[in-house]
Nanobody, 126 residues
Framework: QVQLVESGGGLVQAGDSLRLSCAASGLTFSTQAMGWFRQAPGKEREFVAVIGLGGATTDYADSVKGRFTISRDNAKNMVYLQMNSLKFDDTAVYYC???????????????????WGQGTQVTVSS
């Protein structure tokens, strides 16, 4: 069965960095675009970043552009989110999602993803 397992979350101070990882199994990783979303308490899950099959194509939410970097390692079935200059408003549970490359649904929409991980908590203290 498909499994996405996030790791790397934690409690940090504003201005610090964190690197999230997502390990994928049970799917053909090279056919999946991979995304990161986040959900703060009382809010809907929101798009953070997405990366295409080969890693050359990326897209970011305006709120994280220039601070976060998404990357993938197809040999290891891994996707990463490097988060720099963290802010209090980045506090959320971060989720990894997988979507088939042929999906016509926007990659910025949660409906565009077929599989999700359980999430990892990121807490930024101000």
């Amino acid at each position: 069965q498909v499994q996405l397992v996030e790791s790397g979350g934690g409690l940090v101070q504003a201005g610090d960095s964190l690197r999230l990882s997502c390990a994928a199994s049970g799917l053909t990783f090279s056919t999946q675009a991979m995304g990161w979303f986040r959900q703060a308490p009382g809010k809907e899950r929101e798009f953070v970043a997405v990366i295409g099959l080969g890693g050359a194509t990326t897209d970011y939410a305006d709120s994280v552009k220039g601070r976060f970097t998404i990357s993938r390692d197809n040999a290891k079935n891994m996707v990463y989110l490097q988060m720099n200059s963290l802010k209090f408003d980045d506090t959320a549970v971060y989720y990894c999602g997988a979507r088939h490359y042929s999906s016509s649904v926007s990659a910025r929409s949660t409906y565009g993803y077929d599989h999700w991980g359980q999430g990892t908590q990121v807490t930024v203290s101000s």
